[in-house]
Structure formats: structure tokens, C-alpha cells
């Protein structure tokens, strides 16, 4: 079968690879009918994740059930189903609390304490739309309250709507490039900001009577726009990537106020607020998304049309078109903002 396969940074190739086979009782063997490009893809792609030997990409899909171990007695041959990004038991003891993207059994090698490194409408359930979602829950966002999403992204837009949903009096998207401002503006409703242009930390307090945000939701993670000053930064401190996402957000949000983080980090980094965020009295939650547990509740939002999805999808294309995707996806060329690929196309 064709896979996209990372082999270093910037290098991906369309391959064949071996046909999958039933291992486990437990196990199901899917037809693939539609995938997406993530934005924590990038860092595997950039090299700030770095992979010992190819890499098989690909977490945000869906398809029909080709064949089923043993044990599975819950789906059949033919039965459509869409695939939460993190793989899970769904008995161990981190399952059964809530927490399937800390699976012991799917992932003994990472688990421990010291952590480690329909159609399209329901494709995004996978990942992007429960991402978005879940900084939001973390926050514990109440109706009347103002947020502010640092990355208007896939994540960070699917995070705007979500606010919209539960009642946000404000949204505010901020951003650096222009076009996925106006993509935060006509899908999400939001008010935006230029990374670029404004300081926007003083915009967020103009728009909160000189307060704060009373959440802000950090959707970019490790991939933050970084200047020559920073990259030699993390020459010296052995560090990849940037949190000037989160020192924003820190920044911008109230006193007393909530931070979701759903961008990726990866590593330890030097100077981290700490003085800050205890000063201001800041709740912080971090992680990946809990898709298994909110899954069912958020194709309800689907179903009943409380929220759209699909339209920040920019390109549908093949999967032999898979190196020029994530090419301009990661340069933000051709006013990228969501691939989907059709691996039969």
C-alpha cells in the first residue's frame, strides 16, 4: 500500500509499504478514505522531534473496516469509523480515567512518571476539533468571557469556534499571516490581531478594559515565529523551537485568569515565566487532548449543526501530492491552511 514516509527534515517521500496484518485480538484493519496534514506534524517535518529511522506519517483519518481480530465485537466489516489520534486500550489504569493519550498499553515504552517525548465534516474529529475543544474545557471557559487564541491554525481556529459555541462574549484570533486572519474572521467570528503589526498584549488589554483575557489558549506550541536572537538562544541553551507563544499568553491573560496550552512542546526551556504566573495567580493545563472522552459529545455539535468544521479546509489532494502539501503547509504558501489527501485519488 502507498504511505507518506518522513526520512529527514523536509524530506518526504510517497512510498510503498507493507500491507497491514491482524497482530493482536484486539486489533482492526481499515481501509483509508480521507487524511489530513497536522500541525504537530511540522515538527516532526522541521526536525524539532527528531526520528531515528522513516517515519510513516499520518494521525487525522477515517475510513471503512477491511477486517477485525478476534476480539472485536463492536465493529464489522463495512462499518465507517473515524480514528482518535491518540491510541488507546480503553482498560489500563490512565484509560480508565480519562486520560487515553497516557495509554500504558499502547505506549509501555513512554508512559511513566517522568513523561517522554460521515464525510470531512467528521474527519477533524480525529484530532483538530477535540485539540481545539479541550484547551477550552481545561480553561473552563464561562459563558460571557473573553478568549484569546494565540494561532489561528487548523487547532487555534477549531478553538475559536468552540468558544463561540460555549458562550465567549469576545474571541480574539492572533496571528502573523494575514490570510488565515481573515479565515479566523469569517469562520470563527473572531476579532483579530497581527502578530505582526500590533503589540498584542496591549491590543488583548484595550479589548478587556485593561485586564487581560479572561482565558487564552496557546495553539502554537514549540513552532512560534522566532527571531535570529532566538535561534541562537537555543544554540546555547540546547533547546529547539520557542515559547514565545505561551510568554504571551502569559502576558495577555488576566490576573487570576486561565491558560489551555495545546501546542506541542517537546522539551525543557530556559527563562520560563515562573515569577509571572505566580504572581498573576495563572491556572495552566497542558496536554493532548482527551479525544476518546469528549468524542462522542462533540459529533453531537456535528450532527446538530452547533458547529461547522469543514470550512477551513483550503486543499484536497492527492496522496502522491503529499511533499508539495506539506511543503506549503509549513511555509504558509498558497494560502494553506488545511490539506486533506485522498489516498485512492
Known sequence: MKAVVFHKPKDMRVENVADPVIEQPEDVILKVTATAICGSDLHIYNGFLPQTRPLVMGHEFMGVVEEVGTSVTSLKKGDRVVVPFPIACGQCFFCGH??????????????????????????????????????????????????????????????????????????????????????????????????????????????????????????????????????????????????????????????????????????????????QIFDKGIQLNFGQATVHSDIDDLIEWVKDGRIKLDDIITHRLSISDAPHAYQIFNDKEDNCVKVILNPHA
Not at 127 to 147: C, R, S
Not at 248 to 263: E, P
Open 98 to 275: 480519562g486520560l487515553p493519550g497516557h495509554c500504558e498499553t499502547s505506549n509501555p515504552e513512554k508512559y511513566g512518571p517522568e513523561g517522554g517525548t460521515l464525510d470531512q465534516k467528521v474527519l477533524f474529529l480525529t484530532d483538530i476539533f477535540p485539540t481545539g475543544y479541550a484547551g477550552l474545557k481545561w480553561a473552563n471557559l464561562q459563558p460571557g468571557e473573553t478568549v484569546a487564541v494565540f494561532g489561528c491554525g487548523p487547532v487555534g481556529l477549531m478553538a475559536q469556534k468552540v468558544a463561540g459555541v460555549l458562550g465567549a462574549k469576545q474571541v480574539i484570533g492572533i496571528d502573523y499571516e494575514d490570510y488565515r486572519l481573515e479565515m479566523a474572521r469569517r469562520t470563527a467570528g473572531s476579532v483579530t490581531l497581527n502578530a505582526k503589526d500590533d503589540d498584542v498584549v496591549e491590543a488583548i488589554r484595550d479589548l478587556t478594559d485593561g485586564r487581560g483575557a479572561d482565558v487564552c489558549i496557546d495553539a502554537v506550541g514549540m513552532e512560534a515565529k522566532r527571531s535570529l536572537g532566538d535561534k541562537l538562544g537555543n544554540v546555547l541553551h540546547g533547546q529547539a523551537g520557542s515559547i514565545k507563544a505561551l510568554e504571551q499568553a502569559i502576558s495577555a491573560v488576566r490576573r487570576g485568569g486561565r491558560i489551555g496550552g495545546v501546542g506541542v512542546y517537546g522539551m525543557p526551556y530556559d527563562n520560563f515565566p515562573i515569577g
